[in-house]
């Protein structure tokens, strides 16, 4: 069962450099949700998307963009990288009903030098 | 706007004591109320959840019961195993986000044979 899958698991870049966390979903799901995840700060929502076509800005949305072309993928891309970017994050997704549980991936740890 | 207050840890307990994990939430409406667990190296893991007042979510001789009169989901387990060392994590859904979960900051528990 693969249910979300990210990848890479993880990534060491360079600031200034841009960079495409990818994020698949094989639950046929119609919400998915990046978030990033910093020691003392818990999980912070990035980006959603509610259903294919559609996305949304988070909590923390700037220097991040994403595009849900299709139900399955959703990724999550930082233009020009810095420092503050670096983080654990995590990509989920739900059926985007009221009281759904949201799918967790395992992860990429992103280190931006 | 909608957040989740947790205790603090880390948590530091023997094999077999009494676990209690303190959460209260600020909302508007009546949001669903959510309890994850995190292992070391992988994503959240949806452990309960309660939809509406008084409602008791159990799982694995976990519980939390909702309380809309002290707006608190507070965790418990009767007798705690090394195996439940984590991270946990209280949540919310918002009507700021979509279907997007609101995360309190997290509450490591450690336990000890």
């Known amino acids: 069962t693969a249910g979300i899958t990210q990848a890479p698991t993880s990534q060491i870049l360079a600031a200034g450099r841009s960079m495409t966390l990818r994020c698949t979903q094989d639950?046929?799901?119609?919400?998915m949700y990046w978030y990033r995840q910093d020691l003392g700060l818990g999980l912070r929502l990035i980006h959603y998307s509610n259903t294919a076509g559609t996305t949304g800005k988070g909590e923390v949305p700037d220097g991040y963009s994403v595009s849900r072309a299709n139900t399955d993928d959703f990724p999550l891309t930082l233009a020009s990288a810095v420092p503050s970017q670096t983080s654990v994050y995590f990509c989920?997704?739900?059926?985007?009903?009221?009281?759904?549980?949201?799918?967790f991936g395992n992860g990429t740890r992103l280190t931006v030098t | 706007g909608d957040s989740v207050t947790q205790m603090e840890g880390p948590v530091t307990l023997s094999e077999e004591a009494f676990l209690t994990i303190n959460c209260t939430y600020t909302a508007t409406g009546y949001p669903s109320l959510f309890w994850y667990v995190q292992y070391p190296g992988e994503g959240l893991q949806l452990l309960l959840k309660?939809?509406?007042?008084?409602d008791k979510g159990s799982n694995k001789g976990f519980e939390a019961t909702y309380r809309k009169e002290t707006t608190s989901f507070h965790l418990e387990k009767g007798s705690v195993q090394v195996s439940d060392s984590a991270v946990y994590f209280c949540a919310l859904t918002s009507n700021q986000a979509g279907t997007a979960l609101i995360f309190g900051k997290g509450t490591t528990l450690s336990v000890s044979s």
């Open positions: 989920a997704s739900s059926l985007g009903q009221g009281s759904s549980p949201l799918h």
């Open positions: 309660a939809t509406k007042a008084d």
């Open positions: 639950m046929r799901h119609n919400a």
